[in-house]
């Protein structure tokens, strides 16, 4: 037999589960998948299959003298490639790597300078805790230069911006 007060408590948490649905709250992470949907892609490409590499690509982040910086900087890459971004921060700070067109992402540090905390949860970005590492799978199917920048407010502004250019 099931007591009313273990029929209350579930109750309860049902209803807290609801209120941010309910309510219209935003996620605590920030995610482009409605525009996703609408557009089909984002403007540097789409999410790559990890069974359609063409080839990895480590890209470091790092703080040195002042300026923060990704190592390499410029990356050409063949139009439908498929590249494994492996990130590592190497530097002393959390780092991002948001890889999309120049305008999306300077359109996107401004919403970062409203909230600098703002954590991602979309394909084609990602927060890096400093001495880790994460990934990002790409295909590029778009010919054109886009970047990768981490948007944390100041840190594009030191330095940390690369250039891709697909061809």
Same mark, same amino acid.
Not at 50 to 66: A, K, Q, V
Not at 76 to 94: M, R
Not at 109 to 123: I, L, R, T, V, Y
Not at 154 to 162: E, I
């Given at each position: 037999?099931?007591?009313?007060?273990?029929?209350?408590?579930?109750?309860?948490? /049902?209803?807290?589960?609801?209120?941010?649905?309910?309510?219209?709250?935003?996620?605590?992470?920030?995610?482009?998948?409605?525009?996703?949907?609408?557009?089909?892609?984002?403007?540097?490409?789409?999410?790559?299959?990890?069974?359609?590499?063409?080839? /990895?690509?480590?890209?470091?982040?790092?703080?040195?003298?002042?300026?923060?910086?990704?190592?390499?900087?410029?990356?050409?890459?063949?139009?439908?490639? /498929?590249?494994?971004?492996?990130?590592?921060?190497?530097?002393?700070?959390?780092?991002?790597?948001?890889?999309?067109?120049?305008?999306?992402?300077?359109?996107?540090?401004?919403?970062?300078?409203?909230?600098?905390?703002?954590?991602?949860?979309?394909?084609?970005?990602?927060?890096?805790?400093?001495?880790? /590492?994460?990934?990002?799978?790409?295909?590029?199917?778009?010919?054109?230069?886009?970047?990768?920048?981490?948007?944390?407010?100041?840190?594009?502004?030191?330095?940390?911006?690369?250039?891709?250019?697909?061809?």
């Amino acid at each position: 037999m099931i007591r009313p007060s273990t029929i209350a408590a579930i109750t309860i948490l /049902t209803a807290a589960s609801l209120l941010p649905s309910i309510a219209g709250a935003e996620p605590a992470t920030h995610s482009h998948e409605h525009e996703a949907l609408e557009h089909e892609t984002f403007s540097a490409g789409e999410p790559g299959d990890p069974n359609e590499l063409s080839r /990895t690509i480590p890209i470091i982040m790092e703080e040195s003298d002042g300026k923060m910086l990704y190592v390499p900087d410029r990356i050409e890459i063949n139009k439908d490639e /498929t590249i494994k971004f492996v990130i590592q921060n190497h530097g002393e700070l959390d780092h991002e790597f948001v890889l999309a067109s120049v305008e999306d992402n300077l359109k996107h540090a401004k919403a970062m300078e409203m909230n600098p905390e703002m954590e991602h949860d979309d394909p084609n970005a990602i927060r890096v805790a400093p001495q880790q /590492t994460g990934e990002i799978i790409w295909k590029f199917n778009k010919v054109g230069q886009f970047e990768y920048a981490c948007l944390i407010p100041g840190h594009r502004d030191a330095g940390m911006l690369g250039i891709v250019e697909v061809k």
